[in-house]
Each structure stands twice: as C-alpha cells, then as structure tokens.
C-alpha cells in the first residue's frame, strides 16, 4: 500500500480499509484514490488562473504607467 499525501493540504492521509477511502489527519478531507487524483488534476487550473491574474494585473500597471506619461 503506498502512501497518500492529502491534496489540500499535504498532510499524511491514513487508508480506511474498511471504506477503502484515504483520510486527512490535517484537514478532515476523505476520499478514495480516484477522488484525490481528481482533486490533483483540478488544483492545477486555479494556479493556472492565478498565473494568468498576475499578468492581467502587470498589464494593468503598465497600462497606468503608460497613461500616467501623457
Ligand atoms: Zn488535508
């Protein structure tokens, strides 16, 4: 049985054999091995947004940068 880190927030997951489902002693989350690769896969596009954010906002100041130069 390998072992799981919990997706949220990386504490050590404990396997509940009897629900075959992985808890996390940090934050509470309980899932199956499907469920926390899941998770994985959908934690990678807020990054992908935040990324996108902070160019929008780069863009912005260089905007007012711009404008401020009139
Ligand atoms: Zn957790």
């Known amino acids: ?15 509940e054999a009897p629900v075959r489902r992985f808890v ?3 934050c509470g989350l309980y899932a199956t091995r499907d469920e926390i ?3 994985r896969q959908k ?3 807020p990054l ?4 996108r954010k902070k160019k929008k ?6 905007q007012w ?3 401020s130069k009139k």
Do not use: H, V
């Open 1 to 15: 049985m390998s072992e799981q880190f919990c997706p949220e927030c990386g504490n050590k997951m404990i396997y």
């Open 24 to 26: 996390c002693r940090g």
């Open 37 to 39: 690769s899941d998770i």
């Open 43 to 45: 934690a990678k596009t």
């Open 48 to 51: 992908l947004d935040d990324e």
């Open 57 to 62: 906002e780069r863009g912005e100041y260089l």
């Open 65 to 67: 940068w711009l404008s």
